[in-house]
């Protein structure tokens, strides 16, 4: 089971990019899921959630209302669309997903999640 996260790059600051999470070996369609970030010298922080339907969605209150979490269950795909950048959201975003079908418990907290992607790095320049 792997999940690829891609998108990642050097923008400016108030740019956009759109992260991809592509997982294979097995379906997450009926799986919660979610975005974290590390960055450097930082511990791991929540980004964003989803349900396993994509009717239900979560933000840390840092990203809300500039980040968008998405599911396209058919793709097998998770996607963070990423507006307004700013050189805070600089770091590792790596995407998870939930081991148990239809379960969702703290979205927020990483250690509920089992499957972890290898991480994109995001750099916003100021």
């Known amino acids: 089971v792997q999940l690829q996260a891609c998108g990642g790059g050097l923008v400016q600051a108030g740019g956009s990019l759109r992260l991809s999470c592509a997982a294979s070996g097995r379906t997450f369609s009926s799986n919660a899921m979610g975005w974290f970030r590390q960055a450097p010298g930082k511990e791991r922080e929540f980004v964003a959630g989803?349900?396993?339907?994509?009717?239900?969605?979560y933000y840390a209150d840092s990203v809300k209302g500039r980040f968008t979490i998405s599911r396209d269950n058919a793709k097998n795909t998770l996607y963070l669309q990423m507006n307004s950048l700013k050189p805070e959201d600089t770091a590792v975003y790596y995407c998870?997903?939930?081991?148990?079908?239809?379960?969702?418990?703290?979205?927020?907290?990483?250690?509920?999640?089992?499957?972890w992607g290898r991480g994109t790095l995001v750099t916003v320049s100021s």
């Open positions: 998870a997903a939930y081991g148990t079908v239809q379960s969702m418990g703290a979205m927020d907290i990483w250690d509920e999640y089992d499957y």
């Open positions: 989803i349900h396993w339907s994509g009717g239900l969605t």
